[in-house]
């Protein structure tokens, strides 16, 4: 089953509004679709609902942008109840989390003379009960001149080591498997090869949060070479993880395509995302 279980919307940091991303998806051949934006579900019944009125498969999913240290290791939540209480406090908090970081990074840049109003930085967001996204920052600081284009704002001013870094707040990966397993969903590692460890300790790293509940890795990823998704698969088999997979794609006409890389959903994932 051809599927695609990484892609993002306006919730978080993309461009494509729910019914965009099913239309897309069916454009490009895929059958399951998850949408994973960051830190918040918002655009899920919508996805939910639009693609059964198209015929197309789709799962609750999202993406919470966990860290260990200054490592990012973001953790994808698939099939899990929508309805859950805890789940939803858990979105709840990361979105009181992002505003007060958002408050931090703005006063960090200010006082390198990178001057955002937060009120801009709100106005960004398509929806007004979403998270605050690093990209909502860097759009306003490349908007108001400080740099080229989005990429290059945040490239220079908020990377690690840069003034207006912060990772404040961020859940550990532990706690994203345990808030995503406690609503009955399946964890996923998402793009193992994106993650700065070197490979002794990213395997360490694998191995623990499999011991903490994790339940499959994204060995099929945009960026993944054919040697990088060999070797994803071989540490799933390893570990007992199922294989995830999807292009996190943003936005159309960018260097990612819904549908792209192609992944095949086996029956095994499928049986655990209660897909029939």
Same mark, same amino acid.
């Given at each position: 089953?051809? &599927?695609?279980?990484?892609?993002?919307?306006?919730? /978080?940091? %993309?461009?494509?509004? !729910?019914? #965009?991303? $099913?239309?897309?998806?069916?454009?490009?051949?895929?059958?399951?679709?998850?949408?994973?934006?960051?830190?918040?579900?918002?655009?899920?019944?919508?996805?939910?609902?639009?693609?059964?009125?198209?015929?197309?498969?789709?799962?609750?999913?999202?993406?919470?942008?966990?860290?260990?240290?200054?490592?990012?290791?973001?953790?994808?939540?698939?099939?899990?109840?929508?309805?859950?209480?805890?789940?939803?406090?858990?979105?709840?908090?990361?979105?009181?989390?992002?505003?007060?970081? &958002?408050?931090?990074?703005?006063?960090?840049?200010? /006082?390198? %003379?990178?001057?955002? !109003?937060? #009120?801009? $930085?709100?106005?960004?967001?398509?929806?007004?009960?979403?998270?605050?996204?690093?990209?909502?920052?860097?759009?306003?600081?490349?908007?108001?001149?400080?740099?080229?284009?989005?990429?290059?704002?945040?490239?220079?001013?908020?990377?690690?080591?840069?003034?207006?870094?912060?990772?404040?707040?961020?859940?550990?990966?532990?706690?994203?498997?345990?808030?995503?397993?406690?609503?009955?969903?399946?964890?996923?590692?998402?793009?193992?090869?994106?993650?700065?460890?070197?490979?002794?300790?990213?395997?360490?790293?694998?191995?623990?949060? /499999?011991?903490?509940?994790?339940?499959?890795? #994204?060995? $099929?990823?945009?960026?993944?070479?054919?040697?990088?998704?060999?070797?994803?698969?071989?540490?799933?088999?390893?570990?007992?993880?199922?294989?995830?997979?999807?292009?996190?794609?943003?936005?159309?006409?960018?260097?990612?395509?819904?549908?792209?890389?192609?992944?095949?959903?086996?029956?095994?994932?499928?049986?655990?995302?209660?897909?029939?």
């Amino acid at each position: 089953m051809k &599927a695609d279980m990484h892609v993002h919307t306006f919730a /978080s940091d %993309g461009l494509f509004s !729910p019914e #965009e991303a $099913v239309n897309t998806a069916l454009s490009n051949g895929v059958k399951l679709l998850a949408v994973t934006d960051h830190d918040t579900i918002l655009s899920v019944d919508r996805v939910l609902n639009y693609a059964s009125s198209r015929g197309l498969c789709a799962i609750s999913g999202v993406e919470v942008s966990a860290y260990v240290g200054d490592v990012k290791i973001h953790m994808l939540g698939y099939s899990f109840d929508l309805n859950s209480k805890s789940f939803n406090a858990f979105m709840e908090k990361l979105r009181q989390n992002s505003i007060e970081r &958002a408050q931090i990074i703005l006063s960090r840049l200010s /006082s390198a %003379g990178v001057v955002i !109003p937060m #009120e801009e $930085v709100l106005k960004e967001r398509k929806l007004s009960n979403s998270p605050v996204h690093a990209m909502h920052i860097a759009r306003c600081g490349a908007r108001r001149g400080y740099a080229a284009d989005p990429f290059s704002f945040y490239k220079n001013f908020m990377l690690l080591g840069k003034v207006g870094y912060s990772n404040a707040f961020r859940p550990t990966p532990e706690q994203a498997i345990e808030e995503i397993n406690a609503a009955g969903g399946l964890s996923s590692l998402a793009h193992p090869g994106r993650i700065e460890l070197e490979k002794s300790d990213l395997e360490a790293l694998i191995f623990r949060l /499999s011991q903490a509940g994790l339940g499959g890795i #994204e060995g $099929v990823y945009s960026t993944h070479t054919v040697k990088d998704t060999a070797y994803f698969k071989e540490l799933a088999r390893k570990f007992g993880l199922l294989v995830t997979g999807g292009s996190d794609c943003h936005w159309a006409n960018g260097s990612r395509k819904i549908g792209d890389p192609n992944f095949d959903a086996d029956g095994e994932l499928l049986a655990r995302l209660k897909i029939c």
